[in-house]
T-cell receptor, first 111, second 114 residues
Framework: QQQVKQSPQSLIVQKGGISIINCAYE??????FPWYQQFPGKGPALLIA?????SEKKEGRFTISFNKSAKQFSLHIMDSQPGDSATYFC??????????FGTGTSLTVIP | GAGVSQSPSNKVTEKGKDVELRCDPI?????LYWYRQSLGQGLEFLIY????????KSGLPSDRFSAERTGGSVSTLTIQRTQQEDSAVYLC????????????FGSGTRLTVV
């Protein structure tokens, strides 16, 4: 059973455009929702994270939007750059426990 | 160390052989996690060590998989009688116990079973 569902599987965006990746979860006990960025041959690296007591968190060009009632959250990458081309994973956890990951989104930003 | 260190970075083994994968967590991190990343499958939780507590083994896919953590630091994931479906990238992560603070992944071990 997939605890976290992620879409789309792949995404192609022009440089300067907005990249949007969506995730949905089922377990209302989850209290931590991170996004990870992974480059080929590397482990996932934390990009940005949010807790369910806020609806939005912004760090530079990266924003998480969180909808608690819909049990959905999304990553927005503004002014997408070729260097943002990577695989992005959403995740959810109960603090201090294992993460449940989405299946990943391969983002390609075309120059 | 400065980051989570995993070795080897790549491992090719013959079907039926046993393999050991090593993870050296960040110094001071008492929580350690193993995940498996298969192509197009995301990251699948395998096992979780927290301090001196009994590990959470609920994600291990079969009894061919086992892991231990010695001295609360280095961990070894062992796969016995490897099968082709075991081919994947095995990732280790560590953090401070009871929090998500500092949750950091290693670069993984790419296992290929031929």
């Amino acid at each position: 059973q997939q605890q976290v569902k992620q879409s789309p599987q792949s995404l192609i965006v022009q440089k300067g455009g907005i990249s949007i990746i969506n995730c949905a979860y089922e377990n209302t006990a989850f209290d931590y929702f991170p996004w990870y960025q992974q480059f080929p041959g590397k482990g996932p690296a934390l990009l940005i994270a949010i807790r369910p007591d806020v609806s939005e968190k912004k760090e530079g060009r990266f924003t998480i939007s969180f909808n608690k009632s819909a049990k959905q959250f999304s990553l927005h990458i503004m002014d997408s750059q070729p260097g943002d081309s990577a695989t992005y994973f959403c995740a959810a956890s109960i603090t201090g426990n294992q993460f449940y990951f989405g299946t990943g989104t391969s983002l390609t930003v075309i120059p | 160390g400065a980051g989570v260190s995993q070795s080897p970075s790549n491992k090719v083994t013959e079907k039926g052989k046993d393999v050991e994968l090593r993870c050296d967590p960040i110094s001071g991190h008492t929580a350690l996690y193993w995940y498996r990343q298969s192509l197009g499958q995301g990251l699948e939780f395998l096992i979780y060590f927290q301090g001196n507590s009994a590990p959470d083994k609920s994600g291990l896919p079969s009894d061919r998989f086992s892991a231990e953590r010695t001295g609360g630091s280095v961990s070894t994931l062992t796969i016995q009688r490897t099968q082709q479906e075991d081919s994947a990238v095995y990732l280790c992560a560590s953090s401070f116990s009871g929090t998500n603070y500092g949750y950091t992944f290693g670069s993984g071990t790419r296992l290929t079973v031929v």
